[in-house]
């Protein structure tokens, strides 16, 4: 967030009614269920369907006709809709898959909860499904706060709540979870970025559009490439995508099982111009992790519309000031107020806030009707020539004011601890039941473990000593004084992703020093008492590697005890 | 949190409804409120009658008779319950304030938000009301993973919901907050703190109760002492206590205005042996801001009641092992077994986990009666003298099996802030229009503002040179480019509390130095652009103190520009 100045802000989880509606979410935030006539147990209808199908596809008696049906529609059941899912169901006459019952009919369920805020029980409310909306109405003051100044960015990290029909898959769908989500606001005519050349020769794996579509792989491919032939539609979200990539792999998600896959046109919303996917394998298959969308002006318009509060922003043009060709209104007031009377002010309002679509259409309609119409105050109008003059006029403009675009990055933080878990758990060469975690240091919750190798007064007052300078360094430790063999405890340290150990023996008491172990390579140098925050500090923050500790040679090697 | 090495956890803020109803807060987490019966507008009944009597307070027509009355109800206010309120609704006959219209009868409201979970509807739910409850159903996988040993801390920080009556005073009573809240498990024999060495010598304003009956001041003492004399109850509450003081005081909230309140004894749970509150002065008056109870084991009780799942701790006498007089059980199989058939194997699992406690209540009866009962699988069962064996051993015993209490200090993070940016905000001596806000460097949300003195190309060309470093050591920065001058720029960064300012000029293209300034003294040094960020980082971190800075004769002093 610091890097690209972003404005952090944290908005409230319950959100009246009227934002969500205005938003389109009280509407059609909604999965497609069907429920079990008798027990009342819910279902959701895409999942139910493809877990028919693929029964069906195991079972011996189902004949190659029937085979090649099933599975034309499972590869179609993501465009399915309402209609589509009732002829199936009625099709194949469905039943509840845990009881044999008879299923209710489709019905949409909403999947934001719901609740009333206040005591009297008439002001509804939900839990946000996404963190986006608390950023799209404090638009205003956001632009304020960075000066009126575009591009920038404002970001949340916080709850999102959806009332899944049913969760699965451990922490991949879940009904309370964490966002942490970007909104960058643009210049729709100019998605260009300014760092987008320090980005611009990262190579990603891209899954387009078309890749799919031919059932090829995905490529690998430089960002700066993917924008200049199209494929990506900006800029500014190759940026986000090359940031996501940045920030994926460092924190230790595998390169190889990571990619960015575009959204099909029939998955993107109407109003969304390029969509992009992190996916990232897993025992799950590949999951959708981050998306990173360009939702056009979507989001601003609908509730500058709702509300009547200005969203524009304004920005002079790159190139400097042009000379511009536009109809110019003026309303000719003695000759509307004799006509209209007491609606002559509103009329005169009207007239003035019309656009330069709505002046065209009212000078082509004057020229040749003789007339035309404005709506003031939700009445219709009728305006003669006299009332009213466009013209046609060339002026110096400086800039120009917009609606802006969007483009929202949107981390499910859950989803991408589930995946790191997967991709770290590791097991020794030598021993298969000896799993451990292979988290990162900048990342790992532990930074390091402190064990006495003796269970003796003078080593076990050392502790306190080291825990209290790690302590005053921000460094998270745990300390095992168990009498338990070092193999053991080390292997308890690893399971849970510990990167660095310390280890205090008899020796510590002569000079000060202690062994230090990586996880990984479970290989120890022998460092000072005064030396080892430091440079914990800097491994754990990424400025000095393992690798440049192991061959400095002011640090003697240990080799591993045999336990 | 890594100071006292607390587990830090993140539970939902969904939450089914038996966590809530054992806990109690299904029941009891209500407020009473009285409804305006044709606006249905509602109101908490404490609040209104608190309004209602200081408003006849100030009439001029109120006797004296009557202030003694009114004046004596509003110091017992806090101390009424239902059948109180009703009577003075009554006897005053209470009108809705906004309208004079009749009001209702007084209810109950519980102030929990309730939601469905899941699609079926019938799985009733709350938005958390405290952060607590997650970390006591928790606390088996707690202890756990602190290797069975106590005493040891869970924190944790999020949101948490209340659906108040009648939310006001800006961030202080608000319906979602975030909360940070520690519950620290110890042996109710033993609450020692193992840090509180290194309190007790910190002198903080204690408000006792006893201070608080005689209607005296708050006095200032050492903690040590404060415990010593009984006065605040055991060294966990007292260490916690002088945290909270450090922690507060550090962060900004004036030491003049912060008090720690003991509550009375009606204010208190049942179950709680003390509470202290920190209370913060501002112009709402004395605001409780963080609590610090101790809860005894009344949370992991009414859990492992419920749940019957374990939440008893082991620890060894700290004394040693004990010779322990108690008595011991034995079941006899071939006497039960003919008389109770089928049930004998539950009724010996029934003998077998019988406490102390019912051992001697059935000594007892067998010996007084010649039978007594057992309850095995919901039913009694009798069991006379052939069937069992109860007697009296003295045995060694190393340690004792406890639910553990928890010491709870539990801190409200918005009104924390609210009352923080209250005690920072100043004025120039000069200038009354000018104000600032000295928040420390530590928690400022932004370190450091970066100021071009001339919109010149070179000059403009080294800010993102000085931004990319900034960033890269993770400082917030804002950069104000605007073409205005430089005292209202300083004044903008000001009245936002960003306390330190770099300007560039045109001896940074010469020398590579900047002008730093400091937001409370307005004072400027000279320094080089590479020494900038680390040294911010010194003053961030609390290491170095603008003063420090300001002493060194390294660094030229610069005299302030008129403006």
């Given at each position: 967030?610091?890097?690209?100045?972003?404005?952090?802000?944290?908005?409230?989880?319950?959100?009246?009614?009227?934002?969500?509606?205005?938003?389109?979410?009280?509407?059609?935030?909604?999965?497609?269920?069907?429920?079990?006539?008798?027990?009342?147990?819910?279902?959701?209808?895409?999942?139910?369907?493809?877990?028919?199908?693929?029964?069906?596809?195991?079972?011996?008696?189902?004949?190659?006709?029937?085979?090649?049906?099933?599975?034309?529609?499972?590869?179609?059941?993501?465009?399915?809709?309402?209609?589509?899912?009732?002829?199936?169901?009625?099709?194949?006459?469905?039943?509840?898959?845990?009881?044999?019952?008879?299923?209710?009919?489709?019905?949409?369920?909403?999947?934001?909860?719901?609740?009333?805020?206040?005591?009297?029980?008439?002001?509804?409310?939900?839990?946000?499904?996404?963190?986006?909306?608390?950023?799209?109405?404090?638009?205003?003051?956001?632009?304020?706060?960075?000066?009126?100044?575009?591009?920038?960015?404002?970001?949340?990290?916080?709850?999102?709540?959806?009332?899944?029909?049913?969760?699965?898959?451990?922490?991949?769908?879940?009904?309370?979870?964490?966002?942490?989500?970007?909104?960058?606001?643009?210049?729709?005519?100019?998605?260009?970025?300014?760092?987008?050349?320090?980005?611009?020769?990262?190579?990603?794996?891209?899954?387009?559009?078309?890749?799919?579509?031919?059932?090829?792989?995905?490529?690998?491919?430089?960002?700066?490439?993917?924008?200049?032939?199209?494929?990506?539609?900006?800029?500014?979200?190759?940026?986000?995508?090359?940031?996501?990539?940045?920030?994926?792999?460092?924190?230790?998600?595998?390169?190889?099982?990571?990619?960015?896959?575009?959204?099909?046109?029939?998955?993107?919303?109407?109003?969304?111009?390029?969509?992009?996917?992190?996916?990232?394998?897993?025992?799950?298959?590949?999951?959708?992790?981050?998306?990173?969308?360009?939702?056009?002006?979507?989001?601003?318009?609908?509730?500058?519309?709702?509300?009547?509060?200005?969203?524009?922003?304004?920005?002079?043009?790159?190139?400097?000031?042009?000379?511009?060709?536009?109809?110019?209104?003026?309303?000719?007031?003695?000759?509307?107020?004799?006509?209209?009377?007491?609606?002559?002010?509103?009329?005169?309002?009207?007239?003035?806030?019309?656009?330069?679509?709505?002046?065209?259409?009212?000078?082509?309609?004057?020229?040749?009707?003789?007339?035309?119409?404005?709506?003031?105050?939700?009445?219709?109008?009728?305006?003669?020539?006299?009332?009213?003059?466009?013209?046609?006029?060339?002026?110096?403009?400086?800039?120009?004011?917009?609606?802006?675009?969007?483009?929202?990055?949107?981390?499910?933080?859950?989803?991408?601890?589930?995946?790191?878990?997967?991709?770290?758990?590791?097991?020794?060469?030598?021993?298969?039941?000896?799993?451990?975690?292979?988290?990162?240091?900048?990342?790992?919750?532990?930074?390091?473990?402190?064990?006495?190798?003796?269970?003796?007064?003078?080593?076990?007052?050392?502790?306190?000593?080291?825990?209290?300078?790690?302590?005053?360094?921000?460094?998270?430790?745990?300390?095992?004084?168990?009498?338990?063999?070092?193999?053991?405890?080390?292997?308890?340290?690893?399971?849970?992703?510990?990167?660095?150990?310390?280890?205090?023996?008899?020796?510590?008491?002569?000079?000060n020093t202690v062994t230090m172990r990586e996880r990984d390579s479970c290989s120890?140098?022998?460092?000072?008492?005064?030396?080892?925050?430091?440079?914990?500090?800097?491994?754990?923050?990424?400025?000095?590697?393992?690798?440049?500790?192991?061959?400095?040679?002011?640090?003697?090697?240990?080799?591993?005890?045999?336990?």
């Open positions: 967030m610091i890097e690209d100045n972003m404005l952090e802000v944290e908005c409230t989880s319950l959100t009246p009614d009227t934002v969500l509606r205005t938003s389109g979410h009280v509407e059609k935030f909604a999965d497609l269920m069907v429920k079990d006539s008798v027990t009342n147990a819910a279902y959701r209808v895409d999942h139910l369907l493809k877990e028919w199908f693929k029964a069906q596809l195991e079972k011996k008696e189902t004949t190659a006709e029937q085979r090649a049906e099933y599975e034309s529609h499972l590869a179609r059941l993501d465009d399915y809709k309402e209609p589509d899912f009732e002829k199936l169901f009625k099709k194949y006459n469905l039943k509840a898959p845990d009881t044999g019952n008879p299923l209710t009919e489709i019905l949409p369920f909403n999947l934001m909860f719901a609740t009333a805020i206040g005591p009297t029980g008439d002001t509804p409310g939900f839990l946000r499904p996404e963190t986006a909306q608390g950023m799209f109405v404090n638009f205003r003051r956001l632009l304020d706060f960075n000066g009126g100044k575009l591009p920038f960015a404002a970001a949340q990290i916080g709850l999102a709540f959806r009332n899944e029909i049913a969760p699965r898959a451990g922490l991949l769908r879940v009904r309370e979870f964490t966002m942490a989500e970007i909104e960058h606001f643009v210049n729709p005519n100019n998605k260009k970025h300014p760092k987008f050349k320090s980005m611009c020769e990262l190579t990603v794996p891209l899954f387009s559009r078309k890749l799919q579509t031919d059932e090829a792989e995905p490529v690998l491919m430089k960002l700066g490439d993917a924008v200049s032939a199209g494929i990506i539609n900006n800029e500014t979200l190759a940026y986000f995508m090359g940031r996501t990539y940045m920030f994926l792999t460092a924190i230790g998600i595998h390169k190889d099982k990571l990619r960015f896959r575009q959204h099909m046109n029939n998955e993107m919303a109407h109003y969304a111009c390029d969509c992009w996917d992190a996916e990232i394998k897993s025992s799950y298959d590949w999951v959708e992790c981050v998306g990173i969308a360009d939702r056009a002006c979507y989001d601003l318009h609908v509730h500058q519309d709702k509300s009547k509060v200005n969203l524009t922003a304004y920005e002079d043009f790159p190139e400097g000031p042009k000379m511009v060709t536009m109809l110019e209104v003026k309303p000719m007031p003695k000759a509307i107020s004799p006509k209209h009377a007491k609606a002559t002010g509103g009329i005169i309002t009207a007239i003035n806030a019309a656009n330069q679509e709505q002046l065209k259409k009212m000078k082509a309609e004057l020229e040749t009707l003789a007339k035309t119409h404005i709506t003031a105050d939700n009445q219709q109008y009728e305006l003669v020539p006299a009332m009213i003059t466009i013209s046609e006029v060339t002026k110096r403009v400086t800039g120009e004011t917009f609606l802006p675009s969007v483009i929202e990055p949107s981390f499910g933080i859950g989803r991408i601890i589930y995946s790191l878990l997967e991709h770290s758990y590791n097991c020794r060469p030598d021993d298969a039941q000896r799993g451990y975690l292979s988290l990162p240091p900048i990342i790992a919750p532990y930074k390091v473990s402190v064990l006495p190798l003796v269970s003796n007064d003078q080593i076990l007052d050392i502790i306190p000593k080291i825990t209290s300078i790690l302590a005053s360094h921000g460094l998270s430790h745990k300390v095992d004084s168990t009498g338990q063999s070092i193999g053991r405890r080390y292997a308890r340290t690893d399971e849970i992703g510990i990167p660095f150990g310390i280890t205090i023996d008899y020796a510590t008491l002569q000079d120890q140098i022998r460092i000072s008492i005064t030396e080892v925050a430091p440079l914990l500090d800097q491994l754990c923050s990424g400025q000095v590697s393992w690798k440049d500790v192991w061959n400095n040679p002011k640090f003697p090697h240990v080799e591993a005890a045999k336990d």
